[in-house]
């Protein structure tokens, strides 16, 4: 089983800066893609951004150039520093990786996702 907890929402004002950290642990084998998600009130659950293994992102255009993704494949962590925060950026954001796992069969790939953090920003 593999764990995805994530840390460092909260409340900041429009023009302000966040920093959301995600730590994958359990039986990892690897992990391919991390990413981060995110729902706001009423709305589909969107991508903001991913990274794969190698360091290849893909960001929404409504955060580009505000938000960096980064990860640290050695510690099986993500993180996402969003900077010039704007109201629209309020919602739960949830951490989600691909991961293989050891498993007494071999290995499996699953999907995960974290338990969310809440990010509100304030005009």
């Known amino acids: 089983q593999v764990q995805l907890v994530e840390s460092g929402g909260g409340l900041v004002q429009a023009g302000g800066s966040l920093r959301l950290s995600c730590a994958a642990s359990?039986?990892?084998?690897?992990?391919?893609?991390m990413g981060w998600y995110r729902q706001a009130p009423g709305k589909q659950r969107e991508l903001v951004v991913g990274?794969?293994?190698?360091?290849?992102?893909n960001y929404a255009d409504s955060v580009k150039g505000r938000f960096t993704i980064s990860r640290d494949n050695a510690k099986n962590t993500v993180n996402l520093q969003m900077n010039s925060l704007k109201p629209e950026d309020t919602a739960v954001y949830y951490c989600?990786?691909?991961?293989?796992?050891?498993?007494?069969?071999?290995?499996?790939?699953?999907?995960?996702w974290g338990q969310g953090t809440q990010v509100t920003v304030s005009s």
């Open positions: 990274i794969t293994s190698g360091g290849r992102t």
């Open positions: 989600n990786a691909d991961v293989t796992t050891s498993q007494a069969i071999g290995i499996k790939r699953s999907n995960y």
């Open positions: 359990g039986s990892i084998f690897s992990i391919q893609a």
